[in-house]
């Protein structure tokens, strides 16, 4: 990401995403590094975001991602700072409904053995879970996007996206 800082089009007008490719076609492939430039009030910070593409270029996921901290100081594609976790395992987790009103099913495609389930930066979190399925009231919480980790013996195990609606 630092060989090219100063190549970003249209960096300067915030809000815009420019994108653009040099590395031939991402369609179908795995593991490909996306650049990304935030720039906060008057700070610059840049990231990275390892994807995979699906054959029909519909949909992309997002496998992991890690962002320097240190305004205007570059990140290498692919490293991890420091305070950012990395997942350990390849246990996934699906959550419906999402988004959510009140109560929603968690369900796992490995065995959960006394698993730890936080929802955002602790404002909801359930201690040991087993199983693969799970539900959750969420009547507490006030509308947004949270994030659901899910970790055992102090390992993330599983993280995903939750809507919490009126």
Known sequence: MCDT??????????????????????????NKYLALKL???????????RLDVD???ASFTIKDYAYQSTPNACIEA???????????TQTFISVFPNPV???????TTGHLNKANLTIGQRVKQV?????????V?????????????????????????LIITD
Do not use: C, M
Request: net charge negative; charged share 10%; glycine share 10%.
């Open 5 to 30: 800082l100063s190549a970003w089009y249209n960096s300067d007008n915030p809000g815009t995403l420019a994108w653009g490719s040099s590395l031939g076609n991402w369609v179908g492939q795995s």
């Open 39 to 49: 720039i906060v009030g008057s700070n610059t910070y840049y990231a990275w975001a």
């Open 55 to 57: 054959a029909s270029s």
């Open 78 to 88: 692919g490293q991890i700072v420091l305070g950012i976790p990395e997942i350990s």
């Open 101 to 107: 009103i009140s109560t929603t099913s968690i369900r």
């Open 127 to 135: 201690d040991h879970l087993s199983g693969q399925s799970h539900t």
């Open 137 to 161: 009231s969420l009547d507490h919480l006030p509308s947004g996007l949270y994030f659901i980790r899910l970790s055992e013996e102090n390992n993330i195990i599983a993280e995903e996206k």
